[in-house]
Nanobody, 120 residues
Framework: VQLQASGGGLVQPGGSLRLSCAASGSIFSINFMGWYRQAPGKERELVATISSGGRTNYANSVKGRFTISRDNAKNSLYLQMNSLKPEDTAVYYC???????????????WGQGTQVTVSS
């Protein structure tokens, strides 16, 4: 199973970006999905998560600005980021709990990361 993240880039403060993450491979089902980020010199932190049923959870720092969503038919995850701030600058990673089609066991996977830079 692979998670391919895309959509990062350079944006001015106050701008918007939409991140996408597509899962591919031997997937029976996807349980939890989420976005994490890691800024230089800092530990990786949770941004937002979404359950298979659509229940969402956000870090306090992004509440009201970011929206996480998923398309189960496409095995895809999204993060709409609005009102971006310089402190949102980080590498963003997608994460998913995938039930393998081979053995029906839940495995935790990470995408390769996509850089988001918020700067004027």
């Amino acid at each position: 199973v692979q998670l391919q993240a895309s959509g990062g880039g350079l944006v001015q403060p106050g701008g918007s970006l939409r991140l996408s993450c597509a899962a591919s491979g031997s997937i029976f089902s996807i349980n939890f999905m989420g976005w994490y980020r890691q800024a230089p010199g800092k530990e990786r932190e949770l941004v937002a998560t979404i359950s298979s049923g659509g229940r969402t959870n956000y870090a306090n720092s992004v509440k009201g600005r970011f929206t996480i969503s998923r398309d189960n038919a496409k095995n895809s995850l999204y993060l709409q980021m609005n009102s971006l701030k310089p402190e949102d600058t980080a590498v963003y990673y997608c994460n998913a709990g995938v039930v393998s089609d081979y053995d029906r066991i839940l495995y935790n996977y990470w995408g390769q990361g996509t850089q988001v830079t918020v700067s004027s």
